[in-house]
């Protein structure tokens, strides 16, 4: 309640005084300091009889007159107390009056606001607080109405004039104009592809496609960012420091026609590195432009570190890459494009990474990256990215820059190829994984990606045949590890990628549901299964566990009259991990999906796409993306240690949001996903044990999936596999002394038998991110301790 004010939570109090006294009439209470200053006072009768006023809370975010038709979005809520102890917040009310007095007819959408719940206390209100409220203008254009918001015996009022509207509009208009004058003037090119873009996707994408392009978005980032540069004594240090293993490494250029701004800027990066064995080769195609020779040969004379080999012709992006990958000489190449910059301290945190972990046994190493205005001045877009992660790969490239592989390596998978121009980087870094034996990680922003307009940094658009190219790079690279019958699709999101596994095999998948009672909520379940699933092969195993009503034993009566429908009877008390372990010695099946009763199929390809990943020979267990019935997201896999133990991101997110750098929509590997629908190998469940028992509510699948990591196989989040959740129906609330002293006692035993787990970090987490929240925003300050 206080956040906006910046107090302390602990300054809040409660006083109880207990008193006697005959007469209220003649009793003043009040608060006040031993020096006498009174911070309240009332007569007792009057304070007794005092009523607290609700109070709304609204904002209008936007209002909009088109057609004759307003609209206005917004949010609003009355909060009151009652009994002068609970506070209850309400959806306000709303109406539209009109000059003569009269009730407009509405149209009112409400929508739930995850953003408003949060920023006001109101995290566990499933309250839609936000509205949109539509109304045609019946008096034209100079209709003036009055907006109401009303709860209980409070309202506010707000006016809303169509005429300035209208010219509000117009003066939008005119700017567009004048935007789009510029625009053409500046870059033929680049006006038609943002014209292109407004038509196919309207102004209010295009305006904030826009803002993404010209402005700095990231306050956040940067006033963050400026805490962890190496300052000049970090980096003066950094260079008199004599690590044990000292590769050199080539850096890698290849130009064309380079504006002279952005190549020297390049350069000075390189120049400016606090690691000092390295060398500059550039690959020049620019022929009969002098502009990029002349600058080099300018740095030759002061630094004879730097390379240049002149081409009698542009060979294109991979061409020029490959011919300064001709003039390098050193133990590693690191890949740099001739407009960007690289942080002071890249390779050497690179080389002292290489020193702290495999020395001169690491094949390829990354790091991560943000983007940088055109004039250098703002950063933003910071991607902290995951430790090597098979199916993120496959899915974007996500790896991108700084980019460093051994010599030997690039030697062995002959440098890049001029047919995946476009997303050369990406086929050459997928051929040079594939050679590898350690793939490394750096988590630092060390690698600064120039965007300026026309880049494909900020127009994605701008260069289609870069996405399929990554397609054929990615086809390419399965076809080469086996997988020759897979097929790779473009998703919605240009540079994003799914690849839909076949299944090999068609065997029986046994289906286990645990259930007590809740007949409604089980049917719904089993029909779901039945109806919309396109894999047939499966049996469903349901584990009784102690019912009480009726109805639930005559559904079962019923639906054991279907061959593929068997029903166990568990007699102990519950027990999630037991119950479970229980079912599973009734399944017939070669793949174990352990399913809560409360879910609802919403893709009929959920079981194929699972079954075809879990198949494969590296993957242990596969989890699917499940939504609350408001379509907000419930689950897009766990990442060990945020909230203590174990956390959901992106949680309460719409579900078509793709999350950070798309980690919300796309297959990628995980340390664990939950049980309430979970795929494994019947093998791999026997050879951890199963369920540890010893956990009979929380984190059990947690658990599990950590012995399976520790077994030595992948666990994959597909979110092509897609279930509505209706979470915990069944068990019912934590809410009773017993129920918090087991779950505390199941944080115990997880943080004690996985404490090396929990001290290294989610290696598909990045460090730098907050585990306090599932939203991948950057550490607080208070988590750097």
């Not at 400026?226 to 970090?234: D, E, Q, S, V």
């Not at 730097?306 to 294109?316: H, T, V």
């Not at 250098?376 to 992660?389: A, I, M, R």
């Not at 639930?552 to 991990?577: A, G, M």
């Amino acid at each position: 309640m206080y956040k906006d004010y910046n107090i302390n939570l602990n300054s809040g109090f409660v006083i109880d005084v207990e008193f006697e006294v005959e007469n209220q009439n003649e009793c003043n209470i009040g608060i006040g300091y031993e020096s006498g200053q009174i911070l309240f006072e009332a007569n007792l009768k009057e304070y007794m009889e005092f009523e607290v006023e609700p109070e709304i809370k609204y904002y209008i975010e936007q209002t909009v007159y088109n057609n004759e038709i307003i609209s206005i979005d917004g949010w609003g809520f009355t909060t009151s107390v009652i009994d002068m102890q609970k506070i209850d917040s309400v959806p306000v009310e709303l109406s539209v009056i009109n000059e003569d007095g009269q009730q407009e007819t509405i149209m009112l959408k409400r929508k739930y606001r995850a953003d408003v719940n949060e920023n006001f206390g109101l995290e566990k209100s499933k309250k839609e607080f936000g509205f949109e409220v539509k109304w045609k203008n019946t008096q034209k254009n100079k209709g003036i109405y009055t907006v109401v918001l009303k709860g209980g015996k409070t309202s506010e009022k707000f006016i809303v004039e169509c005429n300035k509207l209208v010219d509000q509009a117009r003066e939008e208009n005119r700017k567009y104009e004048n935007f789009f004058d510029m625009l053409k003037n500046r870059d033929e090119e680049l006006f038609i592809d943002d014209w292109h873009y407004l038509v196919n996707f309207g102004w209010k994408k295009y305006c904030d496609r826009i803002k993404k392009r010209f402005q700095d978005t990231e306050e956040v980032y940067n006033v963050w960012r400026k805490k962890y540069i190496p300052n000049a004594r970090k980096l003066k240090k950094q260079r008199a420091e004599k690590l044990d293993y000292e590769p050199c490494i080539s850096i890698i250029v290849p130009t064309y026609k380079t504006p002279e701004k952005f190549l020297k800027e390049m350069i000075d990066s390189v120049r400016n590195q606090s690691y000092e064995n390295w060398e500059l080769c550039i690959g020049d195609g620019s022929v009969t432009e002098d502009t990029v020779k002349n600058v080099v040969e300018s740095y030759q004379k002061k630094d004879k570190r730097i390379k240049m080999l002149c081409l009698s012709e542009n060979l294109g992006i991979a061409g020029n890459t490959n011919a300064a990958l001709s003039i390098a000489t050193g133990d590693y190449m690191a890949l740099l494009d001739h407009d960007d910059i690289l942080a002071p301290d890249a390779l050497y945190e690179v080389v002292k990474w290489m020193n702290e972990h495999y020395k001169d046994e690491t094949d390829v190493i990354y790091t991560d990256e943000d983007k940088v205005s055109f004039d250098l001045k703002d950063y933003f877009e910071p991607h902290f990215k995951s430790d090597y992660n098979l199916d993120l790969i496959r899915s974007n490239n996500y790896i991108c820059h700084l980019f460093v592989a051994r010599k030997s390596i690039v030697d062995q998978v002959g440098g890049f190829r001029k047919e995946y121009d476009g997303s050369q980087d990406y086929d050459f870094i997928l051929r040079c994984i594939e050679q590898s034996k350690h793939v490394e990680h750096v988590p630092k922003v060390l690698y600064h990606w120039r965007c300026h307009p026309g880049s494909t940094a900020a127009n994605q658009e701008s260069k289609m045949y870069c996405y399929e190219a990554g397609k054929r790079a990615i086809e390419d690279h399965l076809k080469r590890m086996g997988e020759d019958d897979c097929q790779v699709v473009m998703t919605e999101h240009l540079g994003f990628y799914h690849v839909i596994y076949p299944i090999r095999e068609q065997k029986k998948v046994s289906i286990i549901i645990p259930n007590k009672d809740q007949k409604e909520i089980l049917e719904r379940c089993i029909e779901s299964v039945i109806q919309k699933t396109d894999y047939k092969n499966y049996e469903i195993i349901i584990v009784e566990n102690n019912s009480t009503t009726n109805e639930i034993f005559e559904y079962y009566k019923t639906i054991e009259q279907r061959e593929n429908i068997r029903v166990v009877i568990w007699k102990d008390k519950f027990n999630y991990s037991a119950i479970n372990n229980f079912g599973v010695r009734y399944a017939n099946g070669e793949y174990l999906l352990f399913l809560n009763n409360d879910i609802e199929v919403i893709r009929e390809n959920w079981l194929s796409e699972m079954l075809a990943n879990v198949q494969r020979k590296e993957v242990g267990i596969v989890g699917a993306k499940l939504l609350y019935p408001d379509n907000m997201v419930q689950h897009a896999g766990v990442i060990i240690g945020m909230g203590g133990i174990a956390g959901h991101p992106l949680s309460r997110h719409p579900a078509d949001d793709c999350g950070y750098f798309a980690r919300g929509i796309i297959q990628q590997n995980l340390n664990a996903v939950t049980a309430a629908c979970m795929l494994t190998k019947k093998e791999v469940y026997e050879k951890v044990k199963g369920f540890e028992e010893k956990l009979a509510v929380a984190f059990n699948d947690i658990d599990l999936c950590l012995k399976v990591r520790k077994a030595g196989y992948l666990i994959v989040y597909d979110p092509e596999a897609l279930l509505y959740h209706h979470e915990s129906i069944s068990r019912g609330k934590e809410d009773t002394l017993e129920k918090r002293n087991r779950f505390e006692g199941e944080v115990d035993y997880m943080a004690k038998k996985w404490k090396d787990v929990l001290e290294k970090g989610d290696e598909y987490y990045n460090p730098n991110l907050s585990l306090l929240s599932g939203n991948f925003e950057l550490k607080k300050e208070s988590e750097m301790q």
